[in-house]
């Protein structure tokens, strides 16, 4: 398996059976989502050690970075094609709205991105 399709499957970086997360968490009602301790197939410790997902930090503020530009984008195609008139502000609204409703998707992202940043396969 690639990076990339274990990153998007979200499963476990050793074997691929089991999910990191077993609860998607809410963006609305502002429930996190869990991870699982370890891999119920291979028994792999998806927490490493204190402090190992700090740097999945960087992970969501550059996945947040994305969003922001494409709705920056966004606003200039539209503005352009069908020559709407979409302020800054409006696309701001639109930023925070997006933010809101992706931050537990970016939060399991980039935890995941982190974790297989830094999987090798021989260590347990
Ligand atoms: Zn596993």
């Known amino acids: 398996m690639s990076y990339i399709s274990k990153v998007i499957s979200g499963k476990c970086p050793n ?5 990191i997360f077993h ?8 429930k996190m989502p869990k991870m699982t301790k370890e891999c119920g197939s291979c028994g792999y410790n998806f927490h490493r050690e204190t402090g190992f997902y700090f740097g999945a930090m960087y992970m969501s503020y550059a996945l ?4 922001m530009i494409t709705v920056m ?9 069908f020559d709407l008139n979409i302020t ?3 696309a701001f609204i639109a930023i925070v709205f997006v ?23 021989d260590e347990q």
């Open 88 to 90: 800054m502000l409006h």
């Open 15 to 19: 074997c691929g059976k089991e999910h």
């Open 99 to 121: 933010i809101f409703i992706m931050w537990t998707f970016n939060y399991r992202l980039s935890r995941v991105m982190w974790l297989n940043l830094f999987y090798k396969k």
């Open 64 to 67: 947040t970075v994305a969003e």
């Open 73 to 81: 984008v966004l606003r200039l195609i539209l503005n352009y094609l």
């Open 23 to 30: 609860d998607k968490g809410n963006p609305i009602t502002f």
